[in-house]
């Protein structure tokens, strides 16, 4: 398919920008779910009973978005496609943003009893909803913009929101920590980063609606009518892209959540850590994140998805067998490097993929296409992990958790073997 060039000096920059600063603002809101259901979320929305039936509980409404996210993808990708990128990024970024605000202001179960937990669930529903449109319209912001041969690094700008919303949050909750005595933080503190996401949408809100649409989407547009259902063109005539983009993410996915909301559980309750020293350790390692997505976007555009990505695939499954060892060792050495190198093959993986699931689908699908393969791989690679692996914990101890990290790498390693080399493709 013809290239369309990218546009260049401010309006390039400008696109650039919008693609973070949303990401950024949804992984935000994202994350505060995550940390505050390693931390809070048990005690306050669940019966008292004991502390790890609470934090199972907890990880349980942690995997609903995780559902609802395939959802979105469907629904956000199907306007998307049909209608165009900018107004469903608006709308994508509203819905998670009204839902996380809204979780702020719930009771509790003492004062609301199973209302409490149900209207949580709904809530958390909802921000999976929003983020399922977020991530695809945000990626082909940046890819479908971009030269030729700059596609990788063009598109890892959404993918450098996720480590600075994990950032944001986990620093807001450290914050609060030192802040504030522990009955303070439970009994209200815990509140205060989601009630803080009203004014970070503000913000996104104004940065995206002074976007264009893209100009392959356009001119896809103009070649032909949209695709009358994208979801079904996708699953009968791109199945096998649809597979392999949904496995390729799976490792991706698992070893991030392993390495964040399970560890910050285990480390907080098994190990004994106090709040402020994890959350501190979780922000040192998220930085190693941040490094290996600028390097893998670089390496991709030169050596192709496919090297880059195997090699990062082929690195967590050793990791896998260091999980134990060092996480479980309970040492701030052992714990800290572990979580640095988790992170930084998280960052080495999802890097190239802000590129890879976008050029694995044609325009008339991409928004659909690249979102349900992210959205899918999130059930089977993050909704259940933090839930799998203290459960794994209580039946057979920590090894098993870094074998379960192990085969989910070699899963995401097998389709990225089967997977064509999409760096030269036209998109």
Known sequence: MREIPAPGGPSARRILVASF????IEFYDFYVYATAAALVIGPIFFPPGEPGIQLLSAFATFAIAFVARPIGAALFGHFGDRIGRKATLVASLMIMGISTV???CLPSYAMAGWIAPAALCLLRFGQGLGFGGEWGGAALLAVENAPPDRRAWYGIFPQLGAPVGFISANLCFLALSLGLDAESFQAWGWRLPFLASAGLVGVGLYVRLKLTETPL???ALAREAPERVPLATILTRHGRATL?????????YAVFYLSTVFALGYGTTTLGYSRPTFLLFECIAVCFMALGIPLSGAAADRFGRRPVLLSGLAATIALGFLLGPMLGSGQAALVLGFLCLGLLAMGWLFGPMGALLPELFPTRVRYT???VTY??????????????AQRLVDWGGIAWVGAYLGIAAAIS?????LMPETARRGV
């Open 244 to 252: 392999l983009g949904t496995l390729a993410m799976v490792a991706c």
């Open 102 to 104: 809204l979780i702020g």
């Open 21 to 24: 600063v949303g990401t950024a």
């Open 375 to 388: 959205n899918l791989a999130g059930i089977l690679g993050a909704s259940g992990a933090p839930y799998l």
């Open 217 to 219: 989407f356009k001119a």
């Open 413 to 417: 390693f097998l389709a990225v073997y």
């Open 369 to 371: 296409g690249a979102s």
